[in-house]
């Protein structure tokens, strides 16, 4: 466990996967309406509070793991209770515990019924998502990987939309199957090492065909989560049904697991296969971007419009990973965050719709900017933002994805860009319906603008647009020296096996 730097104080990151749950146990006991929405504001509130000194006491000059715990679990089977996060993970614990407040301030009059009970699937949800992120023992990791399905299954199936049966067991299904492959795959490593601690299964010589299986088994379990084409088809409807707070986390954290899943296990533990499947990934990224743009141009849903965004701006992610550079990776890293925040602000943006008009059809929101100016406003700056306008924080991670994929392959990197170019198409297209309509909008004289309460929710996203559009470099800065280390590795891996090659050969 060299590559740990032990925590001696404070467990901060046992504190913030048990505080939530803590939160949830309460909620058990004291289920009143009004004391569930200020309690749970509280609990996900003073999470993000504590998990700060993540940042301002992040080492920048090293790629281990930092604020790590390791304590002995199920010693018979080698099973160990280890956490940690690196350069790779902060970003993505930073944007979960940061957007869960929100999630609960968007849920304050959209959930009518069964409050405390909605509160108690958000709080395990965050406990679950945050454990995903700073797990460093595979059963850990697994454990907490399937905690996440239940909560999210029962937010869609009791507080959804009209199908939101159909749409929650699509979901469930589609992610189990994801998840016995990812199982598969663990069991397999762990038959190789004798040992659940990822670390230790990064690197190794491994054969080639024992890789390819390892990569495909999670590559699928990720793909399903991305999601990638062609393994989209439970995302819009999940998205759709899910009340706001659900898509918001859907689109938010939960797609990030997946390509926090190839960075994190398929490019360091399985580096040949890698190589040999990379070129695949990356052309199925290439279709999830154009399929997505063009399905996404074709929808009347607000809902279904941002879901099939969402395939696109995912395959931008994939595509800066597998091409393998240092831009690439950044630009992929960096994205993640950028779509967490605009795609979670744009489905905040539609549920404020529907809460006035009932309706998620763009027919029904023509014309609101004439009554809803603060509204109109915060969405004009998000949909900006959806397409990488300049100074917008998406411009940035796809301005490095671009850099990247033009480094690793022009053709690639042609072939990305009618994707950017479809973004701005149905972001558009939807803006200006919504700002101005035509000449026979519906009356939405009684439509009333955003409260105070809505405000607050949508402020701190556009503040993250203009941070990370205008300052990036801190944000690139947390995850350099792991980023350096995961591509020196893997440049290194690649030439040792070179030279191999080239001696039998010769």
Request: proline share 4%; aromatic share 16%.
């Amino acid at each position: 466990m060299d590559n740990l730097i032990i925590n001696e104080g404070f467990p901060l990151l046992s504190f913030l996967i048990f505080f939530p749950l803590f939160g949830a146990v309460v909620l058990l006991f004291f289920s009143g309406e009004n004391f569930a929405k200020y309690w749970t504001l509280l609990i996900t509130s003073l999470t993000a509070c504590i998990s700060i000194p993540l940042v301002t006491g992040f080492d920048l000059t090293t790629s281990k793991y930092q604020f790590a715990e390791a304590h002995s679990w199920i010693p018979q089977l080698n099973i160990n209770y280890i956490l940690g996060v690196d350069g790779i993970s902060i970003l993505l614990v930073m944007l979960t515990t940061i957007i869960m407040p929100f999630c609960v301030l968007a849920s304050w009059t959209y959930i009518k019924t069964r409050i405390a009970q909605f509160m108690v699937c958000l709080l395990i949800m965050e406990a679950a998502m945050l454990g995903v992120f700073v797990a460093l023992d595979f059963i850990l990791f697994y454990i907490l990987w399937e905690f996440m399905l239940i909560p999210m299954y029962l937010l869609i199936a009791i507080w959804g939309g009209p199908r939101k049966i159909y749409a929650s067991i699509k979901f469930f299904l589609y992610t189990l199957a994801g998840s016995i492959l990812l199982l598969v795959a663990i069991i397999a490593l762990y038959m190789k090492n004798g040992s659940f601690f990822i670390p230790d299964m990064m690197w190794q010589n491994y054969s080639t065909t024992f890789q390819v299986l390892v990569f495909l088994s999670f590559a699928l379990a990720f793909a399903i989560k991305v999601p990638m084409f062609p393994f989209h088809t439970w995302l819009p409807a999940a998205h759709v049904e899910a009340p706001t707070a659900g898509s918001v986390i859907l689109a938010s954290v939960l797609l990030k697991m997946g390509t926090y899943g190839f960075l994190r296990f398929c490019l360091p533990i399985t580096p040949e296969a890698t190589f040999l499947i990379a070129p695949y990934i990356l052309w199925l990224s290439i279709a999830g971007i154009i399929y997505g743009g063009l399905t996404a141009l074709a929808q009347s849903d607000m809902k279904k419009l941002i879901a099939y965004s969402s395939v696109g701006h995912m395959g931008f992610v994939t595509l800066g990973i597998f091409v393998l550079n240092k831009q690439g990776i950044e630009g992929a890293i960096i994205q993640m965050i950028n779509h967490g925040v605009t795609t979670g602000a744009l489905f905040i943006c539609v549920g404020m719709i529907y809460e006035r008009t009932h309706s998620r059809e763009l027919r029904s929101a023509t014309g609101v900017g004439k009554f809803m100016p603060w509204y109109v406003t915060f969405l004009a700056f998000f949909s900006l933002s959806s397409f990488g306008f300049p100074g917008t924080n998406s411009f940035i991670g796809e301005f490095l994805i671009l850099a990247g994929t033009f480094e690793a392959d022009t053709t690639l990197a042609l072939a990305a860009i009618p994707g950017a170019v479809l973004a701005a198409a149905y972001m558009l297209r939807m803006l200006q319906k919504i700002v101005w309509g035509g000449t026979d909008n519906p009356d939405q004289s009684y439509l009333k603008d955003l409260n105070f309460r809505e405000i607050i929710t949508l402020t701190p996203f556009l503040i993250f647009v203009f941070w990370i559009g205008l300052g990036p470099q801190p944000f690139l800065d947390l995850m350099n020296e792991s980023v350096v280390e995961l591509l020196k590795n893997l440049d290194g891996w690649q030439l040792q096996h070179q030279n191999v090659a080239n001696v039998i050969i010769q």
